[in-house]
Structures are given as structure tokens and as C-alpha cells.
């Protein structure tokens, strides 16, 4: 069993910057790939970025790269997501999730609000 815990979502303005955090229970955290989804009111949960665990590059969602950067600190299981140039369409709940090789995502966090004002 892995217990996820978001943190750090809030109100920002256009075109400022939130990090967000994701604690993991478990001593395997290194072998997961973790993951970030949001979803937004009315529509489906969507895929931001994600995290290898094998260290390979990490990789993101079009509407995002360039903006959001994924990383990870296995020493602490914790995985980030830096958000800048936020935009009033990032506006979602933020949900980390953590990849253990079954073909989904087996283990989602409770979500965090982001909400960008323009």
C-alpha cells in the first residue's frame, strides 16, 4: 500500500508560480514512476507530467512543457511539480500518482485546488 499526500495548491494570478509536493509513504519509492494529473470542473482527469523511476528523462502533457517541471527526491519520497507562467486554464485539482508497473496508476494522492485568477 502507498499513501500519497499533495500539498501546496492555492489561489496564484496569471502568470505566477505555485510548487506542489507529493509525500510518499513506502520504502520503494524509488521504484515507482510518479506521475501528476489534474482535472479540471467538468471535464476529465488529464496528464500533466511524470517521472521515471529509472531516472530517464521525464516528460510532460503539450500544454505544459516548457511552463511545469517535474522532479523527485528519493531521499525524502517526494516528488514536486513546479508550475510557472500559470495560466487561468492550469485552474484544477492536482493529483500525484504513483506508477508500480501494472499498466495504471495504482496509488492517486487526495488532489490539491490550484486556481489561476486573470
Known amino acids: 500500500q502507498v499513501q500519497l499526500v499533495e500539498s501546496g495548491g492555492g489561489l496564484v494570478q496569471a502568470g505566477g508560480s505555485l510548487r506542489l509536493s507529493c509525500a510518499a509513504s513506502?520504502?520503494?519509492?524509488?521504484?515507482?514512476?510518479m506521475g501528476w494529473f489534474r482535472q479540471a470542473p467538468g471535464k476529465e482527469r488529464e496528464f500533466v507530467a511524470a517521472?521515471?523511476?529509472?531516472?530517464?528523462?521525464?516528460y510532460y502533457a503539450d500544454s505544459v512543457k516548457g511552463r511545469f517541471t517535474i522532479a523527485r527526491d528519493n531521499a525524502k519520497n517526494t516528488v514536486y511539480l513546479q508550475m510557472t507562467s500559470l495560466k487561468p486554464e492550469d485552474t484544477a485539482v492536482y493529483y500525484c500518482?504513483?506508477?508500480?508497473?501494472?499498466?495504471?496508476?495504482?496509488?492517486w494522492g487526495q488532489g490539491t485546488q490550484v486556481t489561476v485568477s486573470s
Open positions: 513506502g520504502r520503494a519509492f524509488s521504484t515507482y514512476t
Open positions: 500518482a504513483a506508477y508500480l508497473g501494472s499498466g495504471k496508476y495504482a496509488y
Open positions: 517521472f521515471p523511476w529509472s531516472g530517464g528523462n521525464p
